[in-house]
């Protein structure tokens, strides 16, 4: 049994223009001490599909199907309760923003003791200590010192490190990191993508890494899910998504970012314009942007179909190769 | 261009064939900042920069936030008024207010966030047309329709899409009005400030091939300012290296990416995440300690020395000059030579 095992998920927002699918059936397993990356742009559903994990959806946004089962337990309709066990205890998240995720008017020890205090039977001082262990945990200098000043005297980098501290203050289970470093300069960032992988090895928790960035992805992850339109397009392993992409949508994102070898040649764009989600075509959702699109992609879904062991994607283009090639083997055995 | 009284460091002594289009000379932007009670400091964002900008090259310009890489591309387009230094536009110097507002017909700058760049209250076709307007550049409400359509066209919008406001676009459609716009003078030079940072990766792409195309059809030269390196990479010919308000490194892009000379350009391109995982994994990192200092508080001489692993003594006191390494190859390191060696 996985230690996540997120089955059929679907998440709406009830709008004043109608009912916003943002989450559309998402099923994935996340073991633990696994690193899993899921990618996406904006209004995929990434950030939605962890909101739904932590149920901390906005008012509007309600879980309208599917279960999420942690550690053998169900937390889709089991309670406030139960999830104030969970939250930040067991599963932890971290936000894009360090800059307004901490609370300007307290003491960084305050806030990092807060959540010490809340989800352990340690005593003032043992959170203290606890806290400050946690800030060497994260490379922050003199956290004694540290623990004393307000956030403003940190610099974003430094702000993300405390957030990282206070999400693994409780050794949770998974860790869901929402566009942790997106805010972040690029060698601040390559510091807490760092951070965030020896922190892993050492305690051995699980993350969630949700990003628009394949190239956080490739640093970090050893499993991604590519969302688009609030559903799954395609899962597996990095080296499968990246080297072996089945879902065009993959294939269009690997196509239309600069790389190292694409440097002299025109890049390869995704023609159209994202998705309204209030007008979502019955077919795949991503086939008015798809040029390799069938007839059948604009009438029908495509379920999800295994390519092997740690790969399946949802695109109908994989089984008309498989029918080619059958076709292929077909007349190669009449011929003989 | 001989008889200049400059004393800064000259970067290259252009040929008659590479004729700059723009030459930077010892650029300073300071800003005053209240530190107390009639108690100001110069903040510097840009502190001594001199470069070119050839004709219908793209120059990336990147560096980390507070680097002064927008301060400097807003400056040579003279939004903010020089503390010192130069600009040279076609070997002309701006110096009075009708230098600038001649040079505005010229040079134009496409902003970051399509989302806050364009007026809410106006139709496409009003802010296309505004520079226009501006500039008094058509005859008679025809010419005017004529022109803001053609400009949509480049762009890629319909003519349908005139009488519309700007929130009824997508983030890439509206960063097309926003380039539409900076072309309705028919600019020769475009400053352009991270102009996809803001958009999804799949629009990127269209976005970044518009530049290419528009820069082929119409002959421009950008100074293309971002962050993110791969993309500057991909759209540019030279990329220069900023680094609290100096400029540490300028070479060809891709020189820059394989061979970079400066301490700082090193840990930058290593840090950045390439989208491919079996690179990453055999990518040796180099980690930077410490953080960026407060630009108000600069560290006296090279301004990187606080978090170079090659700093000496002479690091902390000179500031290195900013020197012609190898052809085309600028770099302000005392020890260049050394560690690179």
């Given at each position: 049994?996985a230690?996540l095992?997120v089955?059929?998920?679907?998440?709406?927002?009830?709008?004043?223009?109608?009912?916003?699918?943002?989450?559309?059936g998402?099923?994935?397993?996340?073991?633990?001490?696994r690193?899993?990356?899921?990618?996406?742009?904006s209004?995929s559903g990434k950030s939605?599909t962890?909101y739904?994990?932590?149920q901390i959806?906005?008012?509007?946004?309600?879980?309208?199907g599917?279960?999420?089962?942690?550690?053998?337990?169900?937390l889709?309709?089991a309670?406030?309760?139960v999830?104030?066990?969970?939250r930040?205890?067991?599963?932890s998240?971290?936000f894009?923003?360090?800059?307004?995720s901490?609370?300007?008017?307290?003491?960084?020890?305050r806030?990092?003791m807060?959540?010490?205090l809340l989800h352990?039977d340690r005593?003032?001082e043992q959170?203290h200590?606890?806290?400050?262990?946690?800030l060497?945990?994260?490379?922050?200098n003199?956290?004694?010192?540290?623990?004393?000043q307000?956030?403003?005297?940190?610099s974003?980098?430094?702000?993300?490190?405390?957030?990282i501290?206070m999400?693994?203050?409780?050794?949770?289970?998974?860790?869901?990191a929402?566009?942790?470093?997106?805010?972040l300069?690029v060698?601040?960032q390559?510091?807490?993508?760092?951070?965030?992988k020896?922190?892993?090895?050492?305690?051995g928790?699980?993350?969630?890494?949700?990003t628009?960035d394949?190239g956080?992805?490739?640093?970090?992850?050893?499993e991604?899910?590519?969302m688009?339109?609030?559903?799954?397009?395609e899962q597996?392993?990095?080296d499968?998504i990246f080297?072996?992409?089945?879902?065009?949508?993959?294939?269009?994102?690997?196509?239309?970012?600069p790389?190292?070898?694409?440097?002299?040649?025109?890049?390869?764009?995704?023609s159209?314009?994202?998705?309204?989600?209030?007008?979502?075509?019955?077919g795949?959702?991503?086939a008015p942007?798809c040029d390799?699109?069938?007839?059948?992609?604009?009438?029908?879904r495509?379920?999800?179909?295994e390519?092997n062991?740690?790969h399946?994607?949802?695109c109908?283009?994989?089984l008309?190769?498989e029918?080619?090639?059958?076709?292929?083997?077909?007349?190669?055995?009449?011929?003989s | 261009?001989t008889?200049?009284?400059?004393?800064?460091?000259v970067?290259?002594?252009?040929s008659?064939k590479?004729q700059p289009?723009?030459?930077?000379?010892?650029?300073?932007?300071y800003?005053?900042i209240?530190t107390?009670f009639?108690q100001s400091?110069?903040?510097?964002?840009?502190?001594?920069?001199s470069?070119d900008i050839r004709?219908?090259?793209?120059?990336?310009?990147v560096g980390?936030?507070?680097?002064?890489?927008?301060?400097?591309?807003r400056?040579?387009?003279h939004?903010?008024q020089?503390?010192a230094?130069?600009i040279?536009y076609r070997?002309k110097t701006i110096?009075?207010?009708?230098?600038v507002?001649?040079f505005r017909?010229?040079?134009?700058?496409v902003?970051?966030d399509?989302y806050?760049?364009l007026?809410?209250?106006?139709?496409?076709?009003d802010?296309i047309?505004?520079p226009?307007?501006?500039?008094?550049?058509?005859r008679?409400?025809?010419?005017?329709?004529e022109?803001?359509?053609?400009?949509m066209?480049?762009v890629g919008?319909?003519s349908e899409?005139?009488?519309r406001y700007?929130h009824?676009?997508?983030?890439g459609?509206?960063?097309?009005?926003?380039?539409?716009?900076?072309?309705?003078?028919s600019?020769d030079?475009i400053v352009c400030?991270?102009?996809?940072?803001?958009?999804?990766?799949?629009?990127?792409?269209?976005?970044i091939?518009?530049?290419?195309?528009?820069?082929?059809?119409?002959?421009?030269?950008?100074?293309?300012?971002?962050?993110d390196?791969l993309v500057?990479?991909?759209?540019?010919?030279?990329i220069?290296?900023?680094?609290?308000?100096?400029?540490v490194?300028?070479a060809?892009s891709g020189?820059?990416?394989?061979?970079?000379l400066?301490?700082?350009s090193?840990?930058l391109?290593?840090?950045?995440?390439?989208?491919d995982?079996?690179?990453a994994?055999a990518?040796?990192?180099?980690?930077l300690?410490g953080?960026?200092?407060?630009?108000l508080?600069?560290?006296?001489?090279?301004?990187?020395?606080?978090?170079?692993?090659?700093a000496?003594?002479?690091?902390?006191?000179?500031?290195?000059?900013f020197r012609?390494?190898?052809?085309?190859r600028?770099?302000?390191?005392h020890r260049?030579?050394?560690?690179?060696?």
């Amino acid at each position: 049994m996985a230690l996540l095992e997120v089955r059929n998920l679907s998440t709406s927002f009830f709008t004043d223009e109608g009912e916003v699918r943002a989450v559309n059936g998402v099923s994935f397993d996340l073991e633990r001490g696994r690193v899993l990356g899921i990618v996406g742009e904006s209004g995929s559903g990434k950030s939605v599909t962890a909101y739904s994990i932590m149920q901390i959806l906005a008012s509007t946004g309600r879980i309208v199907g599917g279960s999420v089962r942690f550690d053998g337990q169900e937390l889709v309709g089991a309670g406030e309760k139960v999830m104030k066990t969970v939250r930040g205890n067991r599963i932890s998240i971290i936000f894009q923003d360090p800059m307004t995720s901490l609370n300007p008017t307290y003491t960084i020890g305050r806030q990092l003791m807060e959540a010490i205090l809340l989800h352990t039977d340690r005593n003032r001082e043992q959170a203290h200590e606890r806290a400050v262990e946690m800030l060497r945990l994260v490379n922050v200098n003199e956290p004694e010192k540290r623990m004393k000043q307000y956030p403003y005297e940190f610099s974003g980098g430094m702000r993300q490190r405390v957030m990282i501290a206070m999400a693994l203050a409780c050794e949770p289970d998974i860790l869901i990191a929402d566009e942790p470093t997106t805010a972040l300069d690029v060698t601040i960032q390559a510091g807490i993508l760092e951070l965030m992988k020896d922190i892993q090895k050492k305690i051995g928790m699980a993350i969630i890494m949700i990003t628009h960035d394949l190239g956080v992805v490739a640093q970090l992850c050893d499993e991604v899910i590519v969302m688009y339109a609030g559903a799954i397009c395609e899962q597996g392993t990095a080296d499968e998504i990246f080297y072996n992409p089945k879902h065009e949508y993959t294939k269009g994102l690997l196509r239309s970012i600069p790389t190292a070898s694409n440097t002299d040649q025109k890049l390869e764009p995704i023609s159209g314009t994202p998705i309204d989600l209030l007008n979502m075509p019955k077919g795949c959702p991503f086939a008015p942007r798809c040029d390799a699109a069938m007839k059948i992609c604009i009438r029908s879904r495509c379920e999800r179909m295994e390519i092997n062991e740690h790969h399946a994607a949802a695109c109908w283009q994989n089984l008309r190769e498989e029918m080619l090639r059958a076709g292929v083997e077909q007349k190669g055995g009449e011929q003989s | 261009m001989t008889q200049d009284t400059i004393t800064a460091p000259v970067p290259t002594e252009p040929s008659a064939k590479e004729q700059p289009l723009i030459r930077v000379r010892s650029l300073k932007q300071y800003f005053n900042i209240n530190t107390g009670f009639f108690q100001s400091r110069p903040l510097k964002a840009v502190d001594d920069i001199s470069f070119d900008i050839r004709a219908g090259e793209t120059l990336g310009l990147v560096g980390e936030s507070g680097c002064g890489k927008t301060t400097a591309g807003r400056t040579i387009l003279h939004l903010y008024q020089p503390t010192a230094g130069e600009i040279i536009y076609r070997g002309k110097t701006i110096r009075t207010r009708e230098d600038v507002q001649e040079f505005r017909t010229h040079a134009t700058m496409v902003f970051q966030d399509p989302y806050s760049s364009l007026d809410p209250r106006m139709t496409v076709e009003d802010i296309i047309g505004e520079p226009l307007d501006v500039h008094h550049i058509y005859r008679n409400p025809k010419e005017r329709r004529e022109r803001i359509l053609e400009l949509m066209e480049h762009v890629g919008l319909n003519s349908e899409h005139a009488a519309r406001y700007a929130h009824e676009f997508s983030g890439g459609q509206r960063q097309r009005v926003g380039i539409a716009r900076a072309l309705a003078v028919s600019p020769d030079f475009i400053v352009c400030d991270e102009p996809v940072s803001a958009l999804d990766v799949s629009i990127q792409a269209q976005v970044i091939n518009m530049f290419d195309e528009l820069q082929d059809k119409l002959g421009l030269t950008y100074l293309f300012i971002a962050h993110d390196l791969l993309v500057v990479r991909h759209i540019s010919d030279r990329i220069a290296v900023m680094y609290l308000g100096k400029m540490v490194e300028l070479a060809d892009s891709g020189e820059i990416y394989s061979r970079p000379l400066h301490p700082y350009s090193k840990a930058l391109m290593s840090a950045v995440p390439v989208p491919d995982p079996k690179a990453a994994r055999a990518n040796q990192r180099i980690t930077l300690t410490g953080e960026i200092p407060s630009p108000l508080n600069a560290p006296g001489g090279c301004p990187f020395h606080t978090r170079c692993p090659y700093a000496n003594a002479r690091c902390t006191e000179l500031m290195p000059e900013f020197r012609e390494l190898e052809k085309g190859r600028f770099v302000a390191c005392h020890r260049a030579e050394e560690i690179n060696g």
